[in-house]
């Protein structure tokens, strides 16, 4: 006769874990990491979650930082050059992008106007140097941003981003769309028209260069198809329509002295290529456009030269470029022309998307 005995309870009692778990701890503290993994990986999370501290969950309001404390906080920004990642390369630009705010402008009769402005800022980055402190652009140029703003005023902004990230190269650009009045060819109406502008400093090896950038809009119409037309007309009786189209050209100027207004950078668009889109039009006045452009056909060959005519001849402009895009009416494709005079914007390789960003959305 076989007689089964009931073994006791194998289960360690919640004493013995506790010591077991003094024990382990006790042991912990002297072994190094490839011990404890050695005796077994799963220590290592049991180890860290003993160590976790608690962690207060509420935003303490009254924490106020001081010089003390300030100095604690890591900068990884400003660590060594062993922090580098990738090539050890220096970087011609670094910075920030449509950062923005309103600023005042000057403008030519004596009054100002406030405009939202996007501003890009950069500067050299040396192959040593593992990062910038991008705030810093910005709180540099907050510092001037009360200012009415001119090509002088950027120039401090400039300097003092430089001076405070140690860096030989430097660039700002400021994006805005400048509001001007504009009479109708024939009714007596006006309107604003906006007009997309960009001031650019840049600095590059000790040389200071000021740049102003002008999106100017206008119809095209197709000297080709103006004479077609006439043709279907005058031979066959026939009517026929020239195809006209919108079209952006973006003039890129580098000032001299004491540079030009925006005002007369626009009357020199205008007076190159007269054809610009209007804004408020009555019957007569779209009867006018018509015959403007019936009196000003041009390829967009002849837009390159007529906007460069006008720039060469003003004396505080130095090297310029003059892109335009016509964007067909007839094609499915787009006419383009660039012409560059002095070595500020004279390149090899184009920007693939530099054409597709002659657009004007309305």
Request: charged letters at 25%; proline letters at 4%; glycine letters at 6%.
């Amino acid at each position: 006769m076989n007689v089964h005995v009931k073994t006791a309870d194998q289960r360690p009692s919640t004493l013995q874990i506790q010591k077991a778990l003094e024990l382990l701890s006790a042991w912990t503290e002297d072994a190094s990491a490839d011990q404890i993994n050695a005796l077994d990986p799963k220590l290592a999370r049991l180890v860290r979650a003993q160590s976790y501290p608690e962690f207060s969950r509420s935003y303490p309001d009254d924490f106020a930082v001081d010089a003390a404390y300030r100095a604690t906080l890591p900068d990884l920004q400003n660590g060594p050059a062993s922090l580098i990642k990738g090539a050890n390369r220096r970087i011609q630009h670094v910075g920030i992008s449509n950062f923005r705010l309103p600023i005042r402008y000057d403008v030519r009769d004596g009054a100002q106007v406030m405009l939202e402005t996007s501003v890009t800022g950069t500067v050299s980055l040396e192959a040593d140097h593992k990062g910038i402190n991008m705030s810093r652009i910005m709180r540099s140029f907050y510092k001037h941003a009360e200012a009415a703003f001119g090509f002088g005023v950027i120039e401090a902004a400039l300097d003092d981003y430089k001076a405070d990230l140690g860096s030989f190269d430097a660039r700002i650009q400021m994006r805005l769309s400048y509001p001007m009045q504009v009479e109708s060819l024939r009714s007596g109406l006006s309107g604003w028209q906006y007009y997309d502008i960009a001031l650019e400093l840049v600095e590059r090896d000790g040389v200071r260069q000021r740049i102003v950038h002008l999106d100017y809009v206008y119809s095209s119409t197709c000297p080709c198809s103006l004479e077609l037309s006439e043709h279907a007309r005058a031979t066959r009786g026939q009517l026929a329509t020239p195809h006209s189209q919108r079209s952006v050209a973006r003039l890129s100027v580098e000032l001299k002295g004491e540079g030009v207004w925006f005002e007369e950078l626009i009357e020199m668009a205008r007076k190159g290529v007269p054809t610009e889109t209007q804004v408020m039009v009555k019957r007569e006045d779209e009867q006018a456009f018509a015959e403007l452009n019936a009196a000003n056909p041009i390829f967009v060959e002849d837009a390159a030269r007529l906007f460069a005519e006008q720039l060469q001849s003003h004396e505080a402009v130095g090297d310029f470029r003059v892109m335009a895009s016509h964007q067909e009416s007839l094609h499915s494709h787009d006419a383009v022309s660039l012409l560059t005079e002095g070595e500020t914007f004279a390149e090899v390789s184009l920007d693939p998307k530099l054409f597709p960003s002659l657009i004007h959305v309305g």
